[in-house]
């Protein structure tokens, strides 16, 4: 039996916050699209095939995405300014962090080979195809990887060059700046320790499975931007509406992980855009799959070691009720609401703006019982 999917749609936000986040979605699209606008231009004048890579990069920033990152920043730096400030002179900031969330997905898919994203092939694959499809000497697979990583090279680039654009003093946007290189080497470190645990699964833990989540995910989803916000807005390290941003940021964050560990293995595939049961059939460390192992019995222990990357759809499907009946499924769900609990009571102690504190309490939910 599938476990019941989770409430919210496919809409991170939640309909009852997007009248909060339309106009800001639309604004971080647009801002990205003039600029990529221009970049793509001063490429072409390069080579014309210089102009045909950034437009592939282009279109992988513009191609759709939920615009977490800027959404969690955008109320981190609006809970402490309030309602009246404007906020276009922030607005490259919080599409700085689209780009950089680009650049991970597209590295990220080369690492795991991943095939799909949000419904389409991935970067590298995409890049293949048409390498091959152009009948260009040498193997198309190793060139679609390296135009990838140039691709994932690329936004990082013009992230940082976005982000100097923000309309802010000087001094306040070198502590932003501060705020967003340590965020980037959170995620670099998080990467990290998520490729290190597929090299030995049978010796990693759910403690290290939940530190991984902590820096891949938490930090870079919803901490980090929510403190990048707060930067923003000239809120100071030792504010206390900083520590109640970090705790909660950290608690949604992890909960957040978590429920893409759900969804790998039971979420719909044309809900989420990428196959579902590629943790099972790489046996790759998350939380959800560790507990299992942790809780299952001698037998259901040797059927979840015996799965191998050949497995096909009826034996992942079957390793996938083996998993719920671990009781490991269950055991997440309640480790999600924790977090989500021990974030809106964290919240509720913070001096910040009433409406922020109501679309952030609106998210830790939305985010974290989520389809996609």
């Given at each position: 039996?599938?476990?019941?999917?989770?409430?919210?749609?496919?809409?991170?936000?939640?309909?009852?916050?997007?009248?909060?986040?339309r106009d800001l979605v639309t604004a971080v699209n647009q801002t990205l699209a003039e600029f990529l606008t221009a970049e793509v231009a001063a490429l072409t004048e390069i080579d014309p095939a210089m102009g045909g890579f950034a437009g592939t990069a282009r279109d992988y920033v513009?191609?759709?995405?939920?615009?977490?990152?800027?959404?969690?920043?955008?109320?981190?730096?609006?809970?402490?300014?309030?309602?009246?400030?404007?906020?276009?002179?922030?607005?490259?900031?919080?599409?700085?962090?689209?780009?950089?969330?680009?650049?991970?997905?597209?590295?990220?898919?080369?690492?795991?080979?991943?095939?799909?994203?949000?419904?389409?092939?991935?970067?590298?694959?995409?890049?293949?195809?048409q390498h091959a499809a152009a009948g260009l000497s040498g193997d198309s697979g190793r060139f679609g990887e390296a135009v990838a990583v140039l691709i994932g090279d690329l936004c990082m680039v013009w992230a940082d060059q976005l982000l100097a654009r923000t309309a802010l003093p000087p001094s306040r946007l070198l502590d932003v700046r501060r705020g967003y290189d340590r965020m980037r080497v959170e995620t670099v470190a998080g990467q990290y320790l998520d490729v290190l645990g597929e090299t030995d699964p049978a010796n990693w833990s759910v403690d290290r499975a939940l530190r991984v989540a902590r820096y891949k995910t938490a930090s870079y989803t919803v901490q980090r931007p929510l403190l990048f916000g707060a930067s923003l807005a000239g809120v100071h390290d030792d504010a206390p509406l900083r520590a109640a941003y970090t705790r909660y940021g950290l608690c949604v964050g992890e909960a957040f992980q978590l429920r893409d560990d759900l969804l790998g293995v039971y979420g719909d595939p044309t809900t989420t855009g990428k196959p579902t049961g590629d943790d099972l059939r790489t046996g790759k460390p998350t939380a959800l799959l560790l507990l299992a192992r942790q809780l299952a019995t001698p037998a259901q222990r040797r059927a979840l070691d015996g799965t191998d990357s050949g497995a096909d759809p009826p034996e992942i499907a079957r390793l996938a009720e083996v998993v719920i009946d671990t009781g490991a499924v269950d055991r997440v769900e309640r480790m999600i609401d924790e977090r989500v609990e021990e974030a809106l009571v964290v919240l509720d102690t913070a001096v910040v703006d009433e409406t922020a504190h109501t679309a952030l309490v609106g998210l830790a939910t939305a985010a974290t019982h989520r389809r996609a």
């Open positions: 039996m599938v476990p019941e999917q989770p409430v919210g749609g496919d809409d991170p936000i939640g309909g009852v916050l997007a009248e909060y986040t513009l191609g759709g995405g939920k615009r977490v990152r800027p959404t969690f920043a955008y109320w981190g730096w609006r809970g402490a300014v309030g309602g009246g400030e404007p906020v276009a002179p922030v607005l490259p900031a919080l599409a700085t962090l689209e780009l950089l969330h680009t650049f991970a997905l597209v590295h990220d898919d080369v690492m795991d080979a991943s095939t799909t994203r949000r419904g389409r092939p991935t970067a590298h694959v995409a890049v293949a195809a």
